[in-house]
């Protein structure tokens, strides 16, 4: 796991408007790279309180990040986050005392 304070990236939506992040994290789960994103702004179908969560991919030259469509997935890589993003509060709460 990767922690990544304050990483802003910009993704290309589907109407080809771009959308800020901020990278929370990225991880591996399954032998693939996922990357938990907070929209900075205003995202369709994205509560405010959410985060997104995206398959991460990449030749060496270019990183592609992939929605994850089968829900099961899904569900497992949201987990996954859940550990590492209550792991990552921990330490920030153990750090403040």
């Known amino acids: 796991m990767e922690g990544n304070k304050n990483s802003i990236i910009t993704l290309t939506d589907e109407s080809g408007r771009e959308v800020d992040f901020d990278l929370v994290c990225t ?15 205003k995202v369709e179908g994205v509560e405010d309180d959410e985060v997104m969560l995206l398959e991460v991919k990449g030749d060496g030259q270019e990183t592609v990040f992939d929605p994850i469509e089968n829900e099961v997935l899904l569900d497992e890589v949201f987990n996954e986050f859940m550990e590492i993003f209550d792991d990552m509060v921990e330490r920030d709460d153990t750090a403040e005392s």
């Open 27 to 41: 991880f591996d789960y399954e032998n693939k790279r996922y990357a938990a994103l907070f929209p900075i702004e």
